[in-house]
Each structure stands twice: as structure tokens, then as C-alpha cells.
């Protein structure tokens, strides 16, 4: 079990029900998308949180189709879906579930919920339903058929059922409150007519649930412990809890649900310990949409080539692209889980990327737009074969299988790329021109003779020479030339189409339906090179291998592998015969950001050339979530200070490398985080607070505005001691920034400690108990359930304070007396 003072909030959740044997210490999750399209990085970070919080605590994860809605779900989006988790990482416990499975049993609890009167069968339109709503601040005005006897509601419940109504003539509708604040009490809709083909259950059924009544309820069948969603769904618990609570769950009629413990049916008993919902917050992508409708007009819009299209943020689209599965769990991890939506720098993502790529991709040279160059002192027809490495000096064990060195053919004729030539260089320009000397990377010194122009005047090929004493990259007099350039062999290399994939939106937040979204496009989000050329390695390597073109980027094979000798299409499938085809996944260095400093600046697959000494491709810059590493890394080159304070971060306290990184990036970060652990306190547990929890509460690494470090480490010490409970802390953390002061004397002066005492408890127990006489008898006639009811009323009335084992006891204690 992870340190719990580490913990993100779902975890610290999970942990607390775990300690107090809440469902019996059992955890089961699950994932539980709907097949109506491809998964997109938005999920990968509900999959990575599903799987690997269940991974932690000794659980299971569970993977259920929430295929409630025929006309749009499909059985091949099912497979994508099961492929898609598969490639990142993870693998579900069991077969694949589906809602549709349980349809008779949601059919049987409905039925039993009209008997209890907690439902009813209206006949209203969709818009007069609409025309009754209210408002937040307006009661809802209760349909003419919410008092129809149970015995109609049953009858023609039962007949849609029974396939004699059209579409729309009747809905279910759970009975509550319609003057409830939250509009999703309103009565709100169970089941609908629709006379649609199911891809699993054909025409068996004419009428089919909604989300929130299968939702709930399957995780309920299936004895889920712990429901998690995105924020959009926080008005939905109350609902989802409502349900769970009104359902007579013998009613369900299911003798097994495999794998299933604590669920419902006879065999699985009742709901208790039912399934709790908790929301986490989103985190939005910069230049990038996840709304599967707007997904859907990209593809059917003809803007892309379709869902795995290397621009879509699909996970079958980083796939194309290259993007390994590691780094999306790497940059799930890094942007955590929050409770406040927030936007993430796309860069964040590319960080991983590379990390991940550059700890394993060989490196092979490559030309993307070709020039002619004719070593006129090199013998024609003769070829030397100069070795190279694979993976520079220093890099990671590289992976099984592959060599340490390959042979590169350097020949008579060559190809170096054209922006490495200016005939008439400006300052600074450090390849190759007229007269100059450049070092071919692995390879010899050449020197640029001659320029030959077409009779448009467009340079067509070059005549250089080349010092046969340079072979080992150095020269024996000591000279150094003007930089370094990539090169491959004319005669010798092969032939590839090499597709450049940029961002798709040239806004950071793209928005708005069909227009606004054509609008937002960015126009260079793919260039398709038909003439590049790489080493000849590269046509025997595995298909799927991930590859640094040296001082370009990061390039995987296509699908396809070739691309068609006759056809142009750079978008759809690839077939045998023509050149071999690459994806750019991505830059070596963050190109956007580049030219947001300079207009002038060239894009990253044109970067000035630099030596192996200065060659910074294997150390990536590390983005945080709203700020470059970049910028902290130049800090600290300028300030050994700084670089000994992330030195000491990272090794002598054991910090993350993110967070080292984020914590020395400033003096004032580095001194303010070092005066906050100079009492002792947990580095680590005041490091993770500092990061998250004051920047989410207005302030910095370096600025937290009237907060002292030393207030900061008494807050974190009183949470570490369970002292108070994490939301107290939260709470008082957003008055402390703007106002300061002792946490210590907040906590004793307002009574914000955690009630530990049982007496205390005790009284508020029974206080609670006696105010709600309803529920004590229904959970005296079998509804455990409302076991949770009870908990929540006493710890809103301990304004979350008591100690909540303190009070499952004791309410368990009063609750048996009272009945």
C-alpha cells in the first residue's frame, strides 16, 4: 500500500476504507466506457486511475460496455476499446461485462419500484417534459400522470416492454422530489421507447434504460466498490445513491455475475456495503478536442483519415503516431488527479514522449528534403562502410536484440538536407556554405568547391571534398569545423515518404460546433515528403520500431509499412511497392515554443546543427504542467546553487525528479521549500503540498503569498498526525496564503480538530438516528444500504470531523437498538 501522506485525494480515500474495512478491505473498480466510439487520452486518464489505484490496494478492475443506446454503439468499438486498454498497459480481471446483460434484471427492479411507488409510467412528450422543468430557483410542475396508480404504471410499463407503443409515447420516471435544488432529482427518466436494433440483444427489447438508472445499478449487480467519474457527473451521485437506496435488489432475479462479491440478486444478497461514487476533475489538453460528437465531424468532415488518424488524441491515433503506451501512463501520472478542472501544456505530454523514446530508440540518420552532394576526391564506385552506435555513450541498456553499432555507406554521391546549405549564410549559420568545412555526423570532414544551379537559378547539387584523415570525426591537427550535419548515401540509402504530424488545432482551446472547429485547424498539421531518404537499416528493422532521426526528431513506421507507388494518399491504408513510410511522433525539442520566441526561428526539423559535445537530444526538456523545464534548466546551468539544491532534492531526500525539478527551478523556490522542512517535517509530504496544494490555493513554489514555510510544515505535520482531515487542512491552506498565520492556533481557536472521542460521537449518533425515523424502520426491513445514509448525516453534522470508523460503529451499535 502506497505512504498514505502521499496520496492523491481518491487515494486517500481508497486507503481510509481500507484501513476501516469498509467492504471488507475488498476493492474492486471498473472501467466502464460506452462502445460509441475510440478511446482518447481523456480516458487514459480514468483507465490509468481505475487500474492502477485497484493495482495498489490488492483489488480488481473489471471492464463493463455501458451499451444502453442502440443507435450508436457498434461491436467493433468494442474491440478498439478492449485493444486500446490492452496497449496501455493494463488487462482486465474476467470476460468483458455489459449493461446489456442485465437488462431482465433492471426490467424486474423497475417493475418492483413501481410496486413501492418510487416510480411511474408518464405520457408526456419529450418537450412537455422539457416545458415542466423548472429551474434551479423554480419547483418543477409535477406531470398530470405522476399520480397514475400503480397498477396502470404497471400495465403499460409492461407493454412497452411488450413492443406495443411507439417511440416516445411513454416514459419511466422515478418519483422524488421535483423541488429538489438538484435537477437531477426532478423525477428524473428510467427507461424509454425505442424500437432499435441492439448490436448484442437484436430486437429483443423495445424499450431501453438511461444512463443513470443502469449505471448505478449494474455497479451495484456487480458489487463494485468504488465509482469513479469525471466532475460532470458530481449532481449525479445524488441520484446514483438514491437509486441504489429505492431498489429491492432480489428484485434483480440474477443467480451469479462471475467475479461478483457483495453484489445483488438472491445468490449476491443485498447491496450492502453498497458502491460509492466519487469525482475527479478533468484535465484539458491545449490544441486538442475530446468530445466524441466533434470527434466524429473531424472524421466524417474528411479533416483527418479517421479515428486512428496520427492527429487524433485517440489512443488508436498515438498509436499510429508512435506515442508508446508508457509515456501516457507517465503523463497521466504527471498531471495527477485534482478536484478543479484545469488546462495542461500539450508540452507536458511531449515531455513523456520523448523521455520515453529517448531512453530507447536508436538513433539513424535520415534526410528529409535531399541535396545533391558529389565528393568530387572520393573514387567512384567505392564504399566505405563507417560504424556508428546505435544509442549514444552513457544511454540506457538498449533494448533485447538490438546491436550496439550498425555500418553506415559513405560513397561518392550524397544527400544532406537542404537547410543545412546557405550559399550565402547569416550570422550565426554553423553548416555548411561555400568554402566551409562541416563534420559529418560519424563521419569525415567535408568541404563545400562548387554550387550548381538549374537554369531557374535553384541550387540542385554541390561539389565538396572531404579529408580522408577525418574518418574518426576528429582531425589530427586539431581543427574543429563549423558544426555537424546529418547525411546518407545516395547509391546506398532507401527510399521513404516521411509524414510530418503537428498539432491539429492552431489554438491552444478550440471550441464551437462544425464552423468553429474548421476555423481553429491548423493548416501545416500534416506535410507529406515523398523524397526523403534514410540509411539502409532501416528496411530490415522490425515493423513497428521507434526511431530517432538524429537532429530531427522521433519517427515510427506507418501501419503499413510502404506506401503506395501510384497514390498521393498520406492519410489511409499503405500497400506493398512503393517507399517505406514514416510518422514524425515527435520533435526532439518543443518547435511551438521555439517559434513563440522568435518569429524567425525554423522548425525543429531544421534545428542548427551542433556536435556531439553539445548535442542536448538525450536530456529532453521536463515541461511541468503549466511552465517549461526549459527555463528552469538554463537557471540552473547559470546557478550552481540551484543545481546542487534539485541534486539534493532528487538524491539525498529521494524527491521525484518532477517535483526536484519544480522546487530548484528559482532561488526563492528552493529557499522557501528549504525552510519549510528545516524542522524535520516529511520532505516528500511537504514537497507534493507545496507543488499541488498551494499552487491550487493561488500561490507558488517560490510565492505563497502570507503563508510562512514554517506555517506550511505545522499544516502538513497536523494532516500527518490526523489532527484534522485533509479537506480542514484545504480549507484553511486557501486563508493562510491570503492571510497567514498558525494552523496550529487556527485549528484550537475555531475547533477544526478531528473528533476522536466517542461520547461525543455517541451523542451526535443518537441525535441522528432519532431525527430520522423513516429510515430507521426501512433499514430495519432490510435496507441495509442506508447504513451510508447515516454515516454522511453524522459527519455533515461534524462538519466532516468525527472519525468515521469511531462512527460506523457506533452507528451500527444504535441502529441494531433501534430496531
Known amino acids: 500500500m502506497p505512504e ?14 481500507v484501513l476501516s474495512g469498509r467492504h471488507g478491505g475488498r476493492v474492486l473498480t471498473r472501467f466502464p466506457p460506452e462502445p460509441n466510439g475510440f478511446l482518447h487520452v481523456g480516458h487514459a486518464s480514468a483507465i490509468c486511475l481505475d487500474f492502477e489505484v485497484a493495482r495498489e490496494y490488492g483489488g480488481r478492475t473489471t471492464l463493463r460496455m455501458d451499451d444502453t443506446n442502440p443507435t450508436t454503439e457498434d461491436p467493433s468499438y468494442v474491440e478498439a476499446i478492449a485493444r486500446d486498454i490492452r496497449w496501455l498497459g493494463f488487462e482486465w480481471e474476467g470476460e468483458i461485462r455489459y449493461a446489456s446483460d442485465y437488462f431482465e434484471a433492471l426490467y424486474r427492479m423497475a417493475l418492483r419500484m413501481i410496486e413501492d411507488g418510487f416510480a411511474y409510467v408518464d405520457s408526456l412528450s419529450e418537450e412537455e417534459i422539457r416545458a415542466h422543468r423548472g429551474s434551479v430557483r423554480e419547483p418543477s410542475r409535477p406531470s398530470p400522470y405522476r399520480n397514475r396508480s400503480t397498477e ?21 420516471r422515478a418519483r422524488i422530489d421535483l423541488a429538489s435544488s438538484n435537477m437531477k432529482l426532478r423525477d428524473p427518466l428510467m427507461y424509454r421507447i425505442r424500437h432499435a436494433h441492439h448490436y448484442r440483444t437484436g430486437d429483443e427489447w423495445p424499450i431501453y434504460p438511461f444512463y443513470d438508472w443502469a449505471h448505478g445499478q449494474s455497479d451495484a449487480i456487480e458489487g463494485i466498490t468504488h465509482s469513479f467519474c469525471t466532475l460532470e457527473f458530481k449532481d449525479n451521485r445524488a441520484l446514483y445513491d438514491w437509486f441504489i437506496e429505492h431498489t429491492r435488489p432480489a428484485a434483480a432475479r440474477i443467480d451469479q455475475v462471475p467475479g461478483a462479491e457483495g453484489g445483488g440478486g438472491e445468490a449476491l444478497g443485498s447491496w450492502d456495503p453498497r458502491p460509492r461514487q466519487y469525482e475527479f476533475a478533468r484535465r484539458n489538453l491545449d490544441y486538442t478536442i475530446v468530445s466524441k460528437r466533434k470527434l466524429l465531424l473531424l472524421v466524417e468532415d474528411d479533416h483527418v483519415s479517421g479515428w486512428d488518424d496520427p492527429r487524433m488524441p485517440t489512443l488508436a491515433g498515438f498509436r499510429r503516431r508512435g506515442i508508446p503506451p508508457d509515456a501516457v501512463r507517465t503523463f497521466c501520472r504527471q498531471v495527477g488527479i485534482g478536484k478543479a478542472d484545469n488546462r495542461v501544456e500539450i508540452a507536458t505530454l511531449e515531455w513523456a514522449v520523448r523521455e520515453a523514446l529517448n531512453k530507447r530508440a536508436p538513433r539513424v540518420l535520415a534526410v528529409l528534403r535531399p541535396l545533391e552532394v558529389i565528393i568530387e576526391n572520393c573514387p567512384d564506385g567505392e564504399v566505405d562502410r563507417i560504424e556508428a552506435p546505435y544509442f549514444p555513450r552513457g544511454a540506457d541498456t538498449p533494448p533485447e536484440g538490438w546491436p550496439e553499432t550498425r555500418k553506415i555507406p559513405f560513397t561518392r554521391i550524397l544527400y544532406i538536407d537542404r537547410e543545412d546549405f546557405a550559399e550565402d549564410p547569416a550570422p550565426g549559420f554553423r553548416r555548411l556554405a561555400p568554402g566551409r568545412e562541416v563534420r559529418l555526423r560519424h563521419g569525415y570532414f567535408i568541404t563545400c568547391r562548387a554550387v550548381e544551379k538549374d537554369d531557374a537559378g535553384q541550387i540542385v547539387r554541390l561539389r565538396c571534398t572531404y579529408d580522408p584523415e577525418t574518418r574518426s570525426g576528429s582531425a589530427p591537427d586539431g581543427r574543429r569545423p563549423a558544426g555537424t550535419i546529418h547525411w546518407v548515401s545516395a547509391t546506398e540509402s532507401v527510399s521513404m515518404e516521411v509524414r510530418l504530424y ?39 528493422d522490425p515493423p513497428e520500431t521507434a526511431y530517432q532521426f538524429e537532429r530531427l526528431g522521433y519517427f515510427v513506421p506507418d501501419r503499413a509499412t510502404r506506401a503506395a507507388a501510384t497514390t498521393g494518399d498520406a492519410g489511409g491504408e499503405a500497400v506493398a511497392g512503393g517507399p517505406l513510410v514514416f510518422n514524425r511522433t515527435v520533435t526532439l525539442r518543443d518547435a511551438w515554443s521555439r517559434r513563440a520566441k522568435s518569429d524567425g526561428a525554423r522548425d525543429a526539423d531544421s534545428g542548427e546543427a551542433r556536435t556531439g559535445a553539445e548535442d542536448r537530444s538525450t536530456r529532453p526538456e521536463i515541461p511541468g504542467v503549466d511552465s517549461a523545464r526549459e527555463a528552469r534548466d538554463t537557471a540552473r546551468r547559470a546557478d550552481p546553487a540551484l543545481q546542487g539544491a534539485f541534486d539534493r532534492f532528487r538524491v539525498a531526500l529521494g524527491l521525484p525528479e518532477e517535483l526536484a525539478d519544480l522546487l530548484s527551478g528559482s532561488a526563492e523556490s528552493a529557499h522557501y521549500y528549504e525552510r519549510a522542512i528545516r524542522g524535520g517535517v516529511d520532505s516528500a509530504a511537504v514537497a507534493t503540498w507545496l507543488v499541488h496544494e498551494v499552487r491550487g490555493a493561488g500561490g507558488s513554489e517560490g510565492d505563497a ?65 432519532a431525527a430520522h425515523p423513516t429510515e430507521v424502520a426501512r433499514y430495519a426491513a432490510g435496507h441495509t444500504g442506508l447504513a451510508g445514509f447515516f454515516v454522511g448525516q453524522v459527519m455533515r453534522a461534524t462538519h466532516g470531523r468525527a472519525d468515521p470508523a469511531i462512527v460506523r460503529e457506533l452507528l451500527e451499535e444504535s441502529l441494531n437498538d433501534a430496531t
Open 4 to 17: 498514505r501522506e502521499r496520496l492523491d485525494f481518491i487515494r486517500q480515500i481508497v486507503a481510509e476504507d
Open 152 to 172: 396502470e404504471s404497471l400495465d403499460l410499463f409492461r407493454r412497452m416492454r411488450a413492443g406495443e407503443f411507439d417511440d416516445g409515447e411513454h416514459v419511466l
Open 705 to 769: 503569498g502570507a503563508l510562512e514555510p514554517e506555517a506550511l510544515a505545522e499544516l502538513v505535520d497536523l494532516v500527518l498526525e490526523r489532527s484534522i482531515s485533509r479537506a480542514v487542512a484545504k480549507s484553511l491552506l486557501a486563508r493562510l496564503v491570503e492571510a497567514g498565520g498558525s494552523p496550529r492556533e487556527m485549528v484550537e481557536r475555531e475547533g477544526l480538530g478531528r473528533i476522536g472521542d466517542a461520547e461525543q460521537i455517541r451523542e451526535v449518533v443518537h441525535g441522528v438516528v
Open 502 to 540: 503537428d498539432r491539429l488545432f492552431r489554438v491552444s482551446n478550440p471550441a464551437g460546433g462544425a464552423d468553429g472547429l474548421r476555423e481553429s485547424l491548423n493548416p501545416d498539421s500534416l506535410k507529406v515528403l515523398t523524397d526523403a531518404r534514410g540509411e539502409p537499416s532501416l528496411a530490415d
